[in-house]
Every structure is written in C-alpha cells, then in structure tokens.
C-alpha cells in the first residue's frame, strides 16, 4: 500500500549572490607587532629578518649600527621616568630584586630605593650609558648595595639572599657573584647584552655563559615587551635582544 507523507515539501530558496562587504572607515591602524617596527621584522610578516645570515662580529656591528643611536635624556631624568611611569604601575614601584613595592609618584629617598645599574657605572656605565633605561630597573637599596659591581653568576656558598631568591655568594670556582630572583634573570641577560653591543664593552666568559643560559631560561614576556616599547618612546631605541632573544645565540663572544 503507497503511504503518503503528510510533511510539507521543501523547496530550496533561489540562490541570491551576497552583496560586497564595504571598507571598513574610520578603523584604527593595526598595533605595533611585539618585536616588529622600523628597525625590527614582526614574527611572521613573511619578510626575512633584517639580521638574517649574520653571527658574530657582523651581527654585533649591525645590531650596533641599527640600536646605538638614541637620545641621552640625562640622568636625573631617567630616574624621574622610571619612578613615576616607566616602572611604576598603579602607583607602586616593584624592586627587581626584592620585590619590595613601594608607593610613590615622585624620584624617593636614595635609601629606600634607588636605580640598579644593571652594568656598574665603575666597569663603564658612563654619560649616556649612565642614563640608558635599557639597563636600569628600580631596587630596595639594601639590596642594590649587596649587588655593588659583582659579576652575575650562580651562587653556590650564599652570604646574603633575599625571600624572592635573590642571593649574594661564592660561584662554583669561588668567584664572588650576584644571582638575581629567577623572574629577573632573564631581564639582567638581555640588559648586559644590550650594553655591550651598543657601548663596545666585552663581557667576562664566565658570566657571558651564565647570561647565555639565563636567557634561554627565563624567556621575554608580555611586561619585557612592553617596557621595551615605552622606553622606546623616551630614547628613541629598542633593545633588540628583547624583541628576538635568539639573537644572543649567534653571537660567540659578546
């Protein structure tokens, strides 16, 4: 026996093009990519990096060529910035060290805080290179005065350390080094970098190794980045081992 549906029969729509999307007006530019700009290639991009091919000497010489000019905004002013902007964030500084926050809007009492030089000023952060905020970060000054102009290293014999893991003490050849908080290791390698290539100041092997490792471990993060770029903003340079930290890789002996 033939049993008839009782549903309806579909019929399919007749097939009406879509009509062009409009431009978009009035949109905002795309952002600045992480690590991408005049100097830098974004991640990518699909253009070959500015840097591709060279190590070494060459890769220094380009790196120096395209990052060493920049403008001196003093020292004074350099501690302005970093207190009440640069490193100051909701009202409170943070040591890189320590940890210890303290709430400020204005330069505060060289005893409570102050400027870590990541490269001493005695070993030849001088003139500009006293002012570059590439390598200079806000710390407790008990802790700054523990660093004094000691190479970086592992510690393994600890005369003094902080709760965040900072530590004073002996290396393995009994060498007397400063190892920052895990967090910061990082920071410190990619800082030492940038002064050397752009001041022509050699690092010592053994801590040059310690850095090496340090940068690879302690990787570039979102803050990195983005300290990388205001600080770009007041000396007009980037540093480049932030936006590609693989950059330390290729170069032997900095």
């Given at each position: 026996?033939?049993?008839?549906?009782?549903?309806?029969?579909?019929?399919?729509?007749?097939?009406?093009?879509?009509?062009?999307?409009?431009?978009?007006?009035?949109?905002?530019?795309?952002?600045?990519?992480?690590?991408?700009?005049?100097?830098?290639?974004?991640?990518?991009?699909?253009?070959?990096?500015?840097?591709?091919?060279?190590?070494?000497?060459?890769?220094?010489?380009?790196?120096?060529?395209?990052?060493?000019?920049?403008?001196?905004?003093?020292?004074?002013?350099?501690?302005?910035?970093?207190?009440?902007?640069?490193?100051?964030?909701?009202?409170?500084?943070?040591?890189?060290?320590?940890?210890?926050?303290?709430?400020?809007?204005?330069?505060?009492?060289s005893s409570d805080?102050?400027?870590?030089?990541?490269?001493?000023?005695?070993?030849?952060?001088?003139?500009?290179?006293?002012?570059?905020?590439?390598?200079?970060?806000?710390?407790?000054?008990?802790?700054?005065?523990?660093?004094?102009?000691?190479?970086?290293?592992?510690?393994?014999?600890?005369?003094?350390?902080?709760?965040?893991?900072?530590?004073?003490?002996?290396?393995?050849?009994?060498?007397?080094?400063?190892?920052?908080?895990?967090?910061?290791?990082?920071?410190?390698?990619?800082?030492?970098?940038?002064?050397?290539?752009?001041?022509?100041?050699?690092?010592?092997a053994a801590e040059?190794?310690?850095?090496?490792?340090?940068?690879?471990?302690?990787?570039?993060?979102?803050a990195e980045l983005?300290?990388?770029?205001?600080?770009?903003?007041?000396?007009?340079?980037?540093?480049?081992?932030?936006?590609?930290?693989?950059?330390?890789?290729?170069?032997?002996?900095?």
């Amino acid at each position: 026996m033939l049993v008839r549906s009782n549903a309806a029969t579909v019929r399919p729509l007749p097939f009406v093009p879509a009509a062009p999307a409009e431009p978009r007006r009035g949109a905002s530019p795309a952002p600045r990519p992480q690590g991408g700009g005049d100097v830098f290639e974004a991640p990518g991009s699909g253009k070959p990096p500015r840097f591709e091919g060279l190590k070494d000497k060459a890769l220094i010489q380009a790196l120096h060529d395209a990052v060493a000019k920049h403008k001196d905004i003093g020292y004074s002013q350099a501690r302005k910035v970093i207190f009440t902007a640069l490193d100051n964030h909701e009202g409170k500084v943070k040591c890189v060290y320590t940890g210890r926050e303290l709430r400020t809007n204005k330069i505060p009492n060289s005893s409570d805080m102050n400027v870590e030089h990541t490269w001493p000023q005695s070993k030849g952060a001088k003139g500009a290179a006293k002012s570059d905020l590439h390598h200079l970060f806000p710390t407790d000054s008990k802790a700054n005065s523990q660093r004094s102009s000691y190479p970086f290293g592992e510690v393994q014999k600890v005369k003094w350390s902080s709760p965040s893991g900072a530590k004073l003490g002996t290396d393995a050849e009994g060498r007397t080094v400063f190892e920052p908080p895990a967090e910061h290791k990082g920071n410190v390698a990619r800082a030492l970098f940038y002064f050397s290539t752009v001041y022509g100041k050699q690092i010592p092997a053994a801590e040059e190794a310690v850095l090496k490792k340090w940068n690879v471990q302690d990787q570039v993060d979102a803050a990195e980045l983005t300290r990388n770029g205001a600080i770009e903003k007041y000396q007009g340079n980037r540093n480049p081992f932030v936006d590609d930290a693989s950059l330390a890789q290729r170069i032997a002996d900095f």
